[in-house]
């Protein structure tokens, strides 16, 4: 959905990281979620980050992202 045009920086196919706090019990909660789709954890949160981002007015373009 949102790959930047490919590349290989030998880091990877995702090579930025993103750490953020998050309330207790929201972990655990999506690693079910995660687990149901038989998904791992970040692919996860990936697809959910994806999917808010394309009902607003968020692009990206070459791997940065924007408002439209």
């Known amino acids: 959905m949102f790959d930047a045009a490919p590349f290989d920086d030998g880091r990877g196919r995702y090579p930025d990281k993103l750490?953020?706090?998050?309330?207790?019990?929201l972990r655990d909660a999506?690693?079910?979620?995660?687990?149901?789709e038989h998904v791992s954890l970040s692919?996860?949160?990936?697809?959910?980050?994806e999917a808010r981002l394309?009902?607003?007015?968020i692009r990206r373009e070459h791997g940065r992202a924007?408002?439209?």
């Open 66 to 68: 924007g408002r439209a």
């Open 54 to 57: 394309s009902r607003g007015d």
């Open 19 to 25: 750490t953020t706090s998050i309330p207790r019990g």
């Open 30 to 36: 999506l690693r079910q979620a995660a687990d149901r």
């Open 43 to 49: 692919e996860f949160v990936r697809a959910a980050i």
